[in-house]
């Protein structure tokens, strides 16, 4: 990792959570002489101005560190990924599977950081492109998941081809693609497997398909999926980016997923490994009750 001389901070929009741990960290970084980037929200929770709109951020910092939750990194992520810039996910909330550094790790990691004793680790991003008449109408990024379903708790009709070859249709509540990062969010509640977030490789997880012969199947991070929609859209069919954003979808539009061109830089705390996170976070091995449990 090359020098680090300036760090931009994104934080969680909840004042009585942030405000303390987003104080004390400019504190600790403007006396060891860095430059911190901060947006006009962030920095009005310290009672700070800002001259920075988020999106101009990632372009000019060395390093980001994300104060929250996994909501709070993926809304950055996609801000970050075209710029390569590493991110320091530190976790404000509650299950953090991709904010892993806790909060009482932050100062012991961030030395580390500066001293280039971290590792980094590429996330894979999901390009998804919407497609109406053959025409674009939608191009986005998501580094959890991209979902189609209906608003109301019906059936949706989905043909899905990879690499133009047809695969399968979907008769099911909706349809899940997922990044490996997002193996672990909504694909895991649907049936999906868990897939390390270092391997490259596309997740489809149907959503209480009407035939139960349709599983989850992951495939390879080259292939390019085109899902389209066959159902009339009496009721809205929405796509949805990491939970966050969306848009409707209308009959025959083909939604195009596939790898996206840039990862997303993660700064891997030393001494942490995903296999610990998992155990932690999913109760693996003991009960969460035991006091020998990992921390």
């Not at 909501?71 to 810039?85: E, I, K, N």
């Not at 990062?181 to 977030?197: C, D, K, M, R």
């Not at 929405?238 to 025959?252: A, E, N």
């Not at 083909?254 to 030393?270: D, F, N, R, W, Y």
Request: aromatic residues 6%.
């Amino acid at each position: 990792m090359d020098t680090i001389k300036k760090i931009g901070i994104f934080s969680k929009q909840k004042p009585d959570i942030s405000r303390k741990v987003l104080r004390e960290l400019a504190s600790w970084l403007r006396k060891r002489n860095l430059d911190i980037l901060m947006a006009q929200e962030t920095a009005g929770i310290i009672g700070e101005t800002s001259d920075f709109k988020k999106e101009a951020i990632p372009s000019k910092a060395d390093l980001i560190i994300v104060l929250g939750g996994d909501g709070t990194l993926l809304s950055v992520a996609r801000l970050t990924h075209p710029f390569d810039v590493p991110i320091l996910a530190v976790n404000l909330g509650s299950l953090g599977f991709l904010t892993e550094v806790a909060l009482p790790d932050l100062y012991k990691t961030l030395e580390q950081v500066l001293k280039g004793e971290s590792g980094i680790e590429r996330r894979m991003l999901l390009n998804a492109c919407l497609l109406r008449g053959g025409k674009t109408v939608q191009n986005d990024f998501a580094l959890n998941d991209v979902v189609i379903n209906k608003k109301a708790a019906r059936i949706v009709n989905l043909e899905v081809h990879v690499n133009g070859q047809y695969m399968t249709s979907y008769r099911a509540d909706g349809l899940i693609i997922a990044t490996p990062t997002g193996s672990t969010a909504y694909s895991l509640s649907a049936g999906g497997p868990i897939i390390h977030p270092s391997m490259n490789a596309l997740l489809l997880s149907p959503i209480c398909p009407f035939t139960l012969t349709n599983r989850p199947i992951v495939i390879p991070n080259q292939s390019t999926l085109q899902v389209q929609l066959t159902t009339d859209t009496e009721e809205e069919v929405q796509v949805t980016l990491d939970g966050q954003s969306g848009y409707p979808m209308s009959r025959d539009d083909v939604l195009e997923i596939k790898q996206g061109p840039t990862p997303v830089s993660m700064i891997q705390a030393k001494g942490k490994n995903y296999y610990q996170l998992l155990r932690r976070k999913l109760h693996w091995g003991r009960p969460a009750d035991d006091p020998k449990s990992d921390s």
